[in-house]
């Protein structure tokens, strides 16, 4: 029941609420669950004392059977009832609410806890604004693992004013009956593990057999038919037909009792859906269209509603390999979705209202996009740019906005065209992070005189946006004029991604940098060298260029210059490409850059530590370069090796590094040997060219020789000797 009128809404609460004694009751379902209901309580304990307030604990096992969650409950709790469990939650529910004395109330199980209740304590303590709200929705992280990284957010309609009417209903998955509108939505969530690891599959095997026997009993309850049907397993063939057996007897039974068909109806749609998913991975795509189109045509079927149904037709149509049929359900499934108009008619809890959202309209527009595309078919696509609204959802404009200027280009009137790209992409007088990132990626790929034309088109864009701003800087190809407008704009440009091309810019225009620099913070200087380098400096060989560059243009020493050329020959050295000879020359240039930036950023020289203690507080990378400084300076191979070796278990990234240095050592030592191999060839010949000539009568002829020869090999301890032979037989 959704009520917008002021005075409607008072005279609803004036009938209808039932006598309170405080503000708010809160009702806690406690089973055993020890390791997680002090988490509940404890974030339950700022609500209780600061608002006006009551908490009821509903035990279900008994205290003799408590794994001791019961004795940590009694502290908090107001009011305990000991519940004789009966396998029916909408009972034990009522059972505390039975004896509520809030004007509000409040549930929860032992297995959730809320991460922050402030806004919760703010509306419970203004009276004036808990007076225009029948009901309250926060959000419920379902995690799926103890890891607290993999959950599911769904909006959790745990708490409405206490109406004479108010009960709860469904054995499983019980609701809490009625909730009237207007419902106050707060940012505030609670961190629900109950579905964690194997409790899931505990839980959905409990579930199922309550179901069961419920529906044994109860045919006719089609919420419950949804219930079990949703819980249910499809992966397996086996487990397709129990589900399809069970879809069968649930649409049987919606038909036996059309008096209820429209009470029912809302539970009837979502195992349609359900059935309609088990038809996707049949492939049965035809039976996905026919059914779906006769339901459309039903006039119980709500906007929204019809828009999940073109959603399953649109994937349909895209197996048959339709396209054109595809294009149609696609403006159908926005139709739909427009004309939805207040979301709160619609049931919150279907698990398929994501199937209507602007996300999925935008995925559509990638899938058919992506098709003309490889069609060439520039027309369509120009079309979609025309008619798609990216600033509703920037997170796809790095996928669509390439392919939109692509097409733009393929027109008669591309300026025409990628102005009303530009349009539908500015919100609130600005452009998102992604649609600069977008057009970067594209000018890339462009000719240059299609990429001329993109950049006058964006500086001719009416707007503050920086990145604007940025495009008629680089429109501007006289050095005196950038220079003129850069002084002018200087205050209104930044070098935040998207905008780190200005920093190409003011290079080659040797402006330095500094002004705009020493404006970003660490994650945003970050950020935006990486993407610079990354996207303009794919070829490393030029980074030494560029280095030289820097420093001819930037003269100011800040921790952001020294972390970019930091950034800059880390780059160098660690790419695949650079060869061991390469790293071994530009090394120095590495650890002078790595020590300055340890200067500016921890007040540390370095290369001068003496201690251990301050070496470790340093990060991996700095410590690297402190062995890797000392290999530099050994004057033995041992040391230099061992050196080495130090350095990469200090940072192992830089494996490639070290085994390129050692690499070169090992050719060293190997071009060494291979010296001394010939030497003592050469060495050999000669002694018996030398003694030769001895025995022809030529002693100083052979004296020279061997004279020569022990210049050369030192070591040889035969030369020597001959030596002294031919000087005794001169004398």
């Known amino acids: 029941m959704n009520i917008k009128d002021d005075q409607s809404i008072k005279e609803l609460i004036n009938n209808n609420q039932k006598p309170y004694s405080c503000t708010l009751t809160i009702s806690l379902l406690v089973s055993n669950n020890f390791k997680t209901i002090k988490n509940c309580l404890e974030s339950l304990k700022p609500l209780l004392d600061q608002v006006s307030s009551e908490l009821i604990i509903i035990d279900t096992v008994g205290p003799k059977n408590s794994d001791g969650s019961l004795t940590i409950a009694q502290k908090y709790a107001t009011k305990i009832i000991h519940y004789n469990w009966n396998n029916d939650f909408a009972a034990a529910r009522n059972a505390g609410l039975t004896?509520?004395?809030?004007?509000?109330?409040?549930?929860?199980?032992?297995?959730?806890?809320?991460?922050?209740?402030?806004?919760?304590?703010?509306?419970?303590?203004?009276?004036?604004?808990?007076?225009?709200?029948?009901?309250?929705?926060?959000?419920?992280?379902?995690?799926?693992?103890?890891?607290?990284?993999?959950?599911?957010?769904?909006?959790?309609?745990?708490c409405s004013r206490i109406f004479k009417n108010t009960k709860f209903i469904y054995p499983i998955h019980e609701n809490l009956s009625p909730i009237l509108y207007p419902m106050k939505k707060v940012n505030s969530f609670v961190h629900h593990y109950g579905y964690a690891d194997q409790k899931l599959a505990e839980k959905v095997a409990r579930n199922e057999i309550l179901l069961k026997k419920f529906l044994k009993a109860h045919p006719e309850d089609i919420h419950a038919w949804s219930q079990l049907i949703l819980s249910s397993e499809n992966n397996s063939n086996d487990e397709q037909k129990i589900v399809q057996s069970y879809i069968e007897q649930a649409n049987l039974n919606y038909e036996k009792n059309p008096l209820n068909q429209t009470k029912n109806f809302r539970y009837f749609i979502m195992i349609f859906y359900y059935s309609l998913t088990l038809k996707l991975k049949q492939k049965n795509w035809l039976q996905i269209i026919d059914t779906s189109k006769k339901l459309i045509a039903d006039h119980h079927v709500s906007d929204l509603q019809k828009a999940i149904l073109n959603n399953y037709c649109f994937n349909a149509a895209i197996g048959l390999n339709d396209y054109s049929k595809a294009g149609k359900f696609a403006n159908s499934f926005q139709k739909h979705l427009r004309s939805s108009k207040n979301s709160q008619t619609e049931d919150f809890t279907n698990?398929?209202?994501?199937?209507?959202?602007?996300?999925?309209?935008?995925?559509?527009?990638?899938?058919?996009?992506?098709?003309?595309?490889?069609?060439?078919?520039?027309?369509?696509?120009?079309?979609?740019?025309?008619?798609?609204?990216?600033?509703?959802?920037?997170?796809?404009?790095?996928?669509?906005?390439?392919?939109?200027?692509?097409?733009?280009?393929?027109?008669?009137?591309?300026?025409?065209?990628?102005?009303?790209?530009?349009?539908?992409?500015?919100?609130?007088?600005?452009?998102?992070?992604?649609?600069?990132?977008?057009?970067?990626?594209?000018?890339?790929?462009?000719?240059?005189?299609?990429?001329?034309?993109?950049i006058k088109c964006l500086a001719e864009f009416?707007?503050?946006?920086?990145?604007?701003?940025?495009?008629?800087?680089?429109?501007?190809?006289?050095?005196?004029?950038?220079?003129?407008?850069?002084?002018?704009?200087?205050?209104?440009?930044?070098?935040?991604?998207?905008?780190?091309?200005?920093?190409?810019?003011?290079?080659?225009?040797?402006?330095?940098?500094?002004?705009?620099?020493?404006?970003?913070?660490?994650?945003?200087?970050?950020?935006?060298?990486?993407?610079?380098?990354?996207?303009?400096?794919?070829?490393?060989?030029?980074?030494?260029?560029?280095?030289?560059?820097?420093?001819?243009s930037w003269t100011h020493t800040c921790w952001q210059r020294e972390f970019l050329l930091h950034r800059l020959t880390r780059c160098y050295l660690f790419n695949n490409f650079t060869a061991g000879t390469e790293i071994k020359a530009y090394l120095p240039e590495y650890l002078k850059y790595t020590k300055s930036l340890c200067q500016t950023q921890y007040s540390i020289n370095l290369f001068e530590i003496t201690e251990k203690k301050q070496l470790n507080i340093l990060p991996g990378?700095?410590?690297?370069?402190?062995?890797?400084?000392?290999?530099?300076?050994?004057?033995?191979?041992?040391?230099?090796?061992?050196?080495?070796?130090?350095?990469?278990?200090?940072?192992?990234?830089?494996?490639?590094?070290?085994?390129?240095?050692q690499r070169l050592v090992k050719v060293q030592l190997g071009q060494d040997d291979q010296v001394q191999k010939q030497l003592k060839q050469m060495g050999m010949q000669v002694k018996i060219r030398a003694a030769t000539l001895i025995s022809q009568g030529y002693l100083q002829e052979s004296l020279e020789l061997l004279t020569q020869l022990q210049k050369l090999t030192p070591n040889d301890s035969e030369v020597p000797k001959l030596i002294k032979l031919v000087v005794r037989k001169l004398n």
Not at 465 to 482: H, T, Y
Not at 502 to 531: C, G, H, M, Q
Not at 622 to 634: H, N, P
Request: hydrophobic share 40%.
């Open 99 to 158: 004896v509520a004395q809030g004007e509000w109330f409040l549930y929860i199980d032992d297995d959730e806890w809320f991460d922050d209740v402030d806004e919760l304590i703010s509306f419970f303590n203004n009276k004036k604004e808990r007076d225009q709200y029948c009901s309250l929705a926060f959000t419920k992280h379902n995690y799926l693992s103890f890891s607290g990284t993999n959950y599911e957010a769904i909006p959790a309609f745990q």
């Open 351 to 454: 698990p398929f209202e994501k199937k209507a959202s602007e996300i999925e309209f935008f995925k559509m527009q990638i899938t058919l996009v992506s098709y003309y595309q490889k069609q060439n078919d520039w027309k369509k696509i120009n079309f979609f740019s025309s008619k798609t609204r990216l600033k509703k959802a920037p997170v796809f404009m790095p996928k669509l906005i390439p392919a939109f200027v692509t097409a733009a280009f393929h027109d008669d009137h591309p300026k025409k065209i990628l102005k009303i790209i530009f349009q539908n992409s500015y919100s609130n007088n600005e452009f998102p992070k992604a649609f600069g990132q977008a057009i970067n990626k594209v000018k890339i790929d462009l000719p240059s005189n299609e990429k001329e034309l993109l």
């Open 462 to 552: 009416h707007s503050n946006d920086p990145f604007i701003k940025l495009q008629q800087l680089i429109a501007v190809q006289n050095k005196a004029s950038f220079q003129d407008l850069f002084s002018r704009l200087k205050d209104q440009i930044t070098l935040k991604v998207p905008n780190e091309s200005l920093l190409t810019l003011l290079i080659k225009k040797r402006i330095d940098p500094s002004y705009l620099a020493l404006k970003l913070n660490f994650e945003e200087w970050d950020e935006a060298t990486l993407v610079w380098i990354n996207t303009y400096l794919s070829n490393s060989t030029a980074i030494p260029k560029i280095v030289d560059e820097i420093l001819e």
């Open 621 to 661: 990378e700095f410590r690297f370069c402190f062995y890797l400084q000392k290999a530099v300076k050994a004057e033995q191979i041992k040391d230099y090796l061992e050196l080495l070796r130090l350095a990469l278990k200090e940072y192992p990234t830089g494996n490639q590094v070290i085994k390129k240095l």
